[in-house]
């Protein structure tokens, strides 16, 4: 383990600054944080938002085992996730998206089956939620494992830009577009794994649209749905799956079309796309973004 975050009380973030200052650490200012604090190869961050540590380096876990758990929470959990969160290795589903918030590239929706053991192994191989992980390669090498874990059922619904721009005209509603392909995919999922009791996915806007979406396919499986789905292992490793399809695309389509398309909906990406138009003419948007966007319409405004 090289990484960790925890959320921390008030006082346990004041605990554990002075707990950094016993032990020697070097203080430093980072954005947004209450401090940091950095001793060898270790780096532990403490953020204003919530307040939560994130601690990296290869001494991650000592740290947690021997300071952060005894010291601050007072609570030993790692090694313990089964007693404390016994849901996350019952028989389940989870499922989670990529490409939801990028004008360019397609919306990609996977979803994987664990149980006890699979989730163990998926715990010891680092799967954790794709938006923790900045480096492609390291998407690729998790995504690799999670297809060669024995018993580890996985699907993945990609809707590429054409065809994504028709359903969103048709559907004329992203959360209804989003609940068809999560209702595909646990269809999918289903068919392989038929006693699965249970699926679990990130908190929709409207929570009956998903509901919806599964009953007009028939399915009567338990729907759980809760915001920062991604702390399940199986909602993690579903989103490494749909991050690299997702990058794949954009990797691919990059050197198809010449032009780099950035992520997000950035300045960035408002240039290159106006770099396709002026090259290709308008109708190319229709390739290789979502035009739903109120990007669109800035790339279309003379600059």
């Given at each position: 383990m090289t990484t960790h975050t925890a959320p921390l009380t008030p006082a346990q973030a004041e605990i554990l600054r002075h707990v950094l200052e016993r032990q020697g650490y070097d203080f430093e200012t980072k954005p947004y944080a209450l401090f940091a604090a950095r001793?060898?190869?270790?780096?532990?961050?403490?953020?204003?938002?919530?307040?939560?540590?994130?601690?990296?380096?290869?001494?991650?876990?000592?740290?947690?085992?021997?300071?952060?758990?005894?010291?601050?929470?007072?609570?030993?959990?790692?090694?313990y996730e089964e007693i404390h969160e016994p849901d996350r290795f019952e028989p389940h589903f989870g499922i989670d998206e990529s490409g939801k918030g990028d004008f360019f590239g397609p919306l990609v929706i996977a979803g994987v089956y664990t149980d006890a053991v699979i989730a163990r192994s998926l715990i010891a191989a680092g799967i954790m939620d794709s938006?923790?992980?900045?480096?492609?390669?390291?998407?690729?090498?998790?995504?690799?494992?999670?297809?060669?874990?024995p018993g580890?059922?996985?699907?993945?619904?990609?809707i590429g830009p054409e065809r994504y721009n028709e359903m969103h005209a048709s559907f004329k509603n992203l959360?209804?577009?989003?609940?068809?392909?999560?209702?595909?995919?646990?269809?999918?999922?289903?068919?392989?794994?038929?006693?699965?009791?249970?699926?679990?996915?990130d908190q929709f806007a409207q929570p009956q649209v998903l509901q919806r979406a599964l009953k007009d396919k028939g399915l009567t499986i338990q729907l759980e749905q809760r915001t920062k789905g991604e702390s399940d292992t199986a909602v993690a490793a579903a989103s490494i799956l749909a991050r690299e399809r997702f990058i794949d695309w954009m990797d691919k389509t990059s050197a198809s079309c010449g032009i780099k398309l950035p992520l997000g909906a950035s300045a960035a990406v408002v240039h290159a796309a106006r770099e396709l138009?002026?090259?290709?003419?308008?109708?190319v948007l229709g390739q290789v973004a979502k035009l739903h966007f109120k990007t669109t319409q800035a790339v279309l405004d003379s600059p």
């Open positions: 001793k060898g190869k270790l780096n532990v961050t403490v953020y204003e938002k919530g307040p939560k540590v994130l601690i990296q380096g290869k001494d991650t876990e000592d740290f947690i085992r021997f300071t952060l758990e005894p010291e601050v929470t007072g609570i030993a959990k790692l090694g938006k923790r992980i900045t480096s492609p390669a390291r998407i690729r090498q998790l995504a690799a494992a999670i297809r060669a874990m580890c059922s996985h699907a993945v619904v990609a959360n209804r577009l989003l609940a068809w392909g999560h209702a595909q995919v646990i269809a999918t999922l289903a068919a392989a794994r038929p006693d699965c009791p249970r699926t679990l996915s138009v002026a090259r290709d003419g308008p109708e």
